[in-house]
């Protein structure tokens, strides 16, 4: 099994561009999450899945927009690309959102906005 | 609001030194508490989680922690630690006002020296 799996590791954005944080895993998992991770800070929830066709916001959803038409895939879409979404981000999937379930997390992507 | 504390940002050993990170957390109900670990070069992956029962859990590698409830205390041990245990840990924790979402603290940065 792959795990997580995310594109691009890297990418440079100018300011107003747009662009799609690609997540898959293929654990079959019901739950897919996107978190970003600002430098010195915790992981902050961007939005979460709990199954194909639902998504719901996180704590910082502004400047994003998801979608799960695919259990196996939970894109990313950044609208007119912002500094302060200067970021890595990080995909992760649970198989339920239990207490105590284990999260699998992807290997991040460092994202940069000019 | 509920947060994750996690009082050393960068912590550096020797070789067969013991190791003790702090993890607190603010939250007076009943929590799930989690560390994850991402070496480097690598994904975030979990190294231990309590959620009931022995308030001493152990994970993977030699490492344990332990909840004491009255002090909001989730502190990570090892008591020797290896060159390959250098990585960045992150506590975790989360709650049914949370709705089970995890809330993260800012990660600790370990260096082992050989």
């Known amino acids: 099994n792959a795990g997580v799996t995310q594109t691009p590791k890297f990418r440079i954005l100018k300011i107003g561009q747009s662009m799609t944080l690609q997540c898959t895993q293929d654990m079959n998992h019901n739950y897919m999450y996107w978190y970003r991770q600002d430098p010195g800070m915790g992981l902050k929830l961007i939005y979460y899945s709990v199954g194909a066709g639902i998504t719901d916001k996180g704590e910082v959803p502004n400047g994003y927009n998801v979608s799960r038409s695919t259990t196996e895939d939970f894109p990313l879409r950044l609208e007119l690309a912002a500094p302060s979404q200067t970021s890595v981000y990080f995909c992760?999937?649970?198989?339920?959102?239990?207490?105590?379930?284990?999260?699998?997390f992807g290997p991040g992507t460092r994202l940069t906005v000019t | 609001a509920q947060s994750v504390s996690q009082h050393n940002h960068h912590v550096i050993l020797s070789e067969a030194a013991s190791l003790e990170l702090g993890c607190n957390y603010s939250y007076g109900g009943t929590v799930n508490l989690f560390w994850y670990v991402q070496y480097p070069g690598q994904h975030l992956q979990l190294l231990l989680k309590y959620f009931s029962g022995d308030p001493l859990v152990k994970g993977i590698k030699g490492f344990e922690a332990e909840f004491i409830k009255s002090k909001f205390s989730f502190n990570l041990r090892k008591p020797s630690v290896q060159w390959s245990d250098t990585a960045e840990y992150f506590c975790?924790?989360?709650?049914?006002?949370?709705?089970?979402?995890?809330?993260w603290g800012a990660g600790t940065k370990l260096i082992i020296k050989p």
């Open positions: 975790a924790v989360n709650t049914m006002d949370s709705n089970y979402q995890l809330i």
């Open positions: 992760a999937s649970s198989n339920q959102q239990g207490a105590a379930d284990e999260q699998y």
